[in-house]
């Protein structure tokens, strides 16, 4: 496994070693002493399970109080995914990245507490998992606005019109938002 650091400090790109040959592959998408000798020691709670057609937006999502961490792969098609800075004291706050995962590259995003995350699907079919180091809390959820000029996220959408739930199309603007400590 390789663990890849981001322009963020906090997210990380997880490369899995991929074993495969002719009848296809294997990889282990979690393993608890291998990532802890990475440096995360993190005990999930809850795996979660998302398909979408091309062109759905479904973010940018952040619980507080009661911060999730995600670990978040695509097994099916492929997607943006996007986290953004919410920590006030972090010298990146209101900054972001987007990494394309997919079932091509096999890559993982860990997206750690303090951070807001969504994506944008690029094919029909995608299917999207998520491991979370919280439970989902409805109560503490909050969306931050995925077109906030402020944050000035690079969407791929040439040609798309991004298809949205009612709760991320009503998502606040980046300077409504409390943020973490």
């Known amino acids: 496994m390789q663990v890849i650091p981001t322009a963020l400090d906090g997210p990380l790109i997880i490369e899995p070693k991929v074993h495969g040959d002719d009848r296809g592959f294997l990889l282990e998408s979690w393993n608890a002493q291998a990532f802890s ?3 995360l020691d993190i005990a999930f709670v809850q795996d979660n399970h998302s398909r979408s057609d091309k062109g759905v937006l479904r973010g ?3 619980q507080q109080p009661q911060p999730q961490g995600k670990l978040v792969r695509v097994v099916s098609g ?3 995914d996007v986290a953004v800075d919410l920590r006030r004291s972090s010298a990146t706050f209101g900054q972001w990245i987007g990494v394309e995962l997919s079932a ?4 993982m995003l860990w997206v750690p507490h303090g951070f807001a995350h969504g994506f944008l699907t690029l094919a029909d079919g995608t299917d999207v998992l998520y491991k979370c180091d919280a439970p989902y809390a409805p109560e503490h959820e909050q969306v931050l606005a995925w077109d906030d000029p402020d944050l000035g996220i ?3 959408l040439e040609g798309l019109e991004p298809r949205l739930s009612d709760r991320d199309r009503a998502g606040r603007a980046l300077t409504d938002t409390g943020g973490f400590a």
Do not use: D
């Open 37 to 39: 000798e990475a440096g």
């Open 60 to 62: 940018l999502h952040f």
């Open 78 to 80: 492929a997607v943006l």
């Open 104 to 107: 091509a590259n096999k890559r």
């Open 154 to 156: 690079e969407w791929p």
